[in-house]
């Protein structure tokens, strides 16, 4: 029986009822058994184009009498890129179970759709029906494993799978670097770029190699790292590719490096709205707020529609330079003039505005009067507003909230710790400290990096660990002793625990902020900027310190807190003392 004719004809249809004549012919003269016929056909309605159709498919799959493998991959293949990735695990299950040996394409789509879901235990058994199928040698497979794990939160299975592979390319080394991110274990992903060149493996980092690492090099401040990337990109012919050039925008605006952020977006061809949206957001962190603004507004003169990420970094910046009426106008015209529901990012923007403004009772009207649910991030915008402006009535309150939420965390005790230790409230700290100690609930240590010659340096307060540390600490003390002369006192305040002014001075003193510091005037020439991040906001003692730090020393510090960023700069901080 001629089969070409047939294949030819569901190759070329375009018409959804050409194709119902094509599937009633294959039917009625049985075509719809030989392999040839049903498998192009099943394709053609599985997987991508206009006549694709999920249900439809499933019922032709289930017209064919004895499946081959090709018929199940191509099903497990549509499921794993559709909105039901739980059937194409079924259908994987389903062909086991017939009896019918899978082959690595079989095993790599069940994965993929268990990925889709977070489906670990699917994922755990298609592994092992990887090593049963002999398999194991495929790299791949491999890495769809790899990836699985990462994406599950199994870092530790993931770096064994990795350990384990006879061969690796650069799609091996890619989810390599990926699992690092996710798993909180950035510097380690940076580390990567170096070994995977290197003359044990000779595999070349590609354009997704290098938009990893340049979001690593933004979360770890790894200014130096970031241009070595940039570099390289430019070096391999990358330079041209839009996504490159947003995440070199994103990367240089959260190493505080605006400058350079504002060098590659005027030189970006076709800025899309991800570009103007990832500089807005830039000018927005470093306390650009009015450049900010200019700049939305230059993105619509050009006849670039702002989509939700752009207003987030607009109501951003009002809120970092303190534009409230601005905000206001904002946050109204983006429903009103551009049709765009404000989501939960855009209304913790506005508590942030209205709580750093201290109109704590008109940020809690607007939370009460929210459409969509209010999360545990909104209530701790406000909560940490509450803190600056030591209202204690609406701070208890939005811990209750955050209770009825089941989500609160360490820091928000400890924010709520704050409130009472500065209303002098010590009792209340206490109960709050026992409180703590019963749930074994564990604070977050401040922590803060520098990088320097591409090494990141991290610190912790009273940091021990560092193997410069007694030259760290004489560092420190002759600053604190430069800064005492120019009329530093320290902001006792700031020490939470209730203790003599001398301890609170001496635990103050050894801040993650200034050890950091101290080692970056240590470890370069005199007049170099120093870059350092913390995970934490700067307290009141090290936003003063450095003030007075960046004038007596001539040096510029730019630190990237919690929140944002602030440049100081001979005496002076860009956020004026409003953060």
Not at 81 to 102: C, E, N, T, V, W
Not at 339 to 358: E, K
Not at 441 to 460: A, D, M, R, Y
Request: net charge neutral; with cysteine.
């Amino acid at each position: 029986m001629a089969l070409e004719p047939v294949v030819s004809a569901i190759k070329s249809v375009s018409h959804k009822t050409h194709l119902l004549q094509i599937h009633a012919h294959i039917i009625r003269t049985t075509l719809i058994q030989y392999p040839t016929v049903s498998l192009q056909f099943l394709s053609r309605v599985a997987l991508s184009g206009p006549l694709q159709d999920a249900s439809y498919s499933h019922r032709f799959f289930e017209q064919i009498s004895h499946p081959l493998v090709s018929h199940y991959n191509t099903m497990i293949r549509a499921c794993s890129m559709s909105d039901s990735p739980q059937k194409g695990f079924l259908l994987y299950r389903d062909m086991r179970r017939r009896g019918i040996a899978a082959d690595p394409l079989s095993s790599s789509f069940a994965l993929k759709s268990c990925i889709r879901f977070l489906y670990l235990l699917g994922g755990v058994q298609v592994h092992c029906n990887v090593f049963k199928d002999g398999h194991q040698w495929d790299t791949l497979l491999l890495t769809a494993v790899m990836d699985l794990y990462s994406q599950c939160q199994r870092g530790g299975d993931a770096y064994k799978v990795f350990g384990e592979m006879p061969q690796r390319d650069t799609v091996a080394w890619n989810v390599m670097i990926s699992c690092c991110i996710r798993n909180n274990r950035t510097r380690d992903a940076l580390s990567l770029f170096d070994v995977m060149q290197s003359s044990s493996y000779k595999c070349e980092p590609d354009d997704v190699t290098c938009l990893l690492l340049l979001q690593a090099c933004a979360h770890l401040n790894a200014l130096e790292f970031g241009e070595g990337i940039h570099g390289y990109l430019m070096e391999r012919g990358y330079g041209g590719a839009l996504n490159l050039s947003n995440a070199l925008v994103f990367m240089y605006s959260r190493c505080g490096c605006l400058d350079k952020a504002y060098e590659v977006f005027k030189g970006t061809g076709n800025r899309s709205v991800v570009s103007w949206s990832a500089m807005i957001s830039g000018l927005a962190m470093n306390g650009y707020g009015r450049e900010a603004i200019e700049a939305f507004e230059e993105m619509l003169r050009i006849g670039i529609r702002p989509d939700d990420q752009t207003f987030t970094g607009v109501l951003s910046a009002c809120s970092h330079s303190g534009m409230v009426d601005e905000g206001m106008s904002f946050f109204d015209r983006m429903s009103r003039e551009f049709g765009i529901t404000p989501n939960v990012h855009h209304y913790g923007c506005m508590i942030d505005l209205l709580g750093r403004a201290g109109l704590l009772d008109k940020a809690y009207q607007l939370i009460m009067s929210m459409v969509v649910k209010p999360d545990s991030t909104m209530w701790r915008t406000l909560l940490g507003a509450c803190r600056i402006h030591g209202h204690v009535t609406l701070g208890e309150r939005v811990i209750g909230h955050l209770i009825e939420l089941k989500a609160q965390e360490a820091g928000d005790y400890v924010l709520l710790l704050n409130i009472y230790s500065s209303a002098g409230q010590w009792e209340k700290v206490a109960e709050v400290r026992k409180l703590m100690k019963d749930k074994a609930i564990q604070t977050t240590p401040g922590c803060s990096t520098i990088e320097l010659k591409g090494v990141v340096h991290e610190f912790v307060v009273d940091d021990i660990s560092h193997s410069r540390k007694r030259e760290i600490y004489e560092t420190l003390d002759e600053i604190n002793k430069q800064l005492r002369i120019a009329g530093y006192v320290v902001e006792l305040s700031s020490e939470l625990h209730k203790m003599d002014d001398k301890e609170k001075g001496y635990v103050l003193s050894h801040h993650s902020e200034k050890l950091a510091v101290a080692f970056g005037v240590l470890a370069t020439p005199p007049g170099t900027t120093l870059r350092v991040a913390n995970n934490l906001r700067i307290c009141v003692d090290c936003h003063n310190f450095l003030k007075l730090f960046s004038g007596v020393y001539n040096r510029d510090v730019i630190l990237r807190d919690h929140n944002r960023f602030h440049h100081f700069m001979g005496g002076h901080c860009s956020c004026s003392d409003y953060w």
